[in-house]
């Protein structure tokens, strides 16, 4: 009967513990940024919204923090309505065929700046793993990392003269 009561005891604790560690994403606030050149003269800032997945950070136990989420790539928005049909398509971000970016975390850790993940990032089909810097302040999650397009099979047809070749990108992650 102890080991019945010990092992209720532990699974009431072990659920409650996810529980109070989930956070709810406000897709309202959530943004990925990104900025890249175009044509080497100007640079194009856009962004994509649509943030949905898990999110559970815990400062007090960062180690048993983990994030599954995912964007939806059809947001795309860099304020040019043609630019943006054309990143939607094939030649880019093939959207109806590859409809989110999604990132899920393997490990998180403590840093002398803040914390980092490390974890699969999946664009266009293709999964690599990516290390990102954040801070987690006012329950906002604020990461940055540099992509190169070409990892990721985006625009290879485009070479580097019209699209630069690497993205800075900002990930804003606000959680109740």
Same mark, same amino acid.
């Given at each position: 009967m102890k080991f019945i009561k010990s092992l209720i005891l532990i699974v009431f604790i072990s659920a409650t513990t996810s529980f109070v560690n989930a956070q709810t994403i406000n897709t309202d606030k959530s943004e990925v940024k990104f900025k890249i050149?175009?044509?080497? %003269?100007? *640079?194009?800032?856009g962004t994509f919204t649509g943030m949905k997945g898990d999110f559970n950070f815990n400062a007090s136990d960062v180690s048993g923090s983990s994030f599954?989420?995912? %964007?939806?790539?059809? *947001? %795309?928005? *860099?304020k040019n309505d043609k630019r943006d049909e054309h990143l939607r398509s094939a030649d880019f971000f093939d959207v109806e065929k590859y409809e989110t970016i999604c990132y899920k975390s393997n490990t998180v850790t403590k840093t002398s700046d803040g914390y980092k993940t490390t974890g699969d990032l999946t664009i266009h089909g293709v999964t690599k793993t990516v290390t990102i810097p954040f801070t987690f302040k006012n329950n906002t999650f604020e990461g940055e990392l540099e992509?190169?397009?070409f990892d990721y099979n985006i625009g290879e047809d485009y070479g580097t003269f019209r699209v630069g070749e690497t993205a800075e990108v900002t990930i804003i992650c606000k959680v109740n």
């Open positions: 050149s175009g044509g080497g %003269i100007f *640079t194009v800032k599954d989420i995912c %964007i939806d790539s059809k *947001t %795309i928005n *860099t992509i190169n397009r």
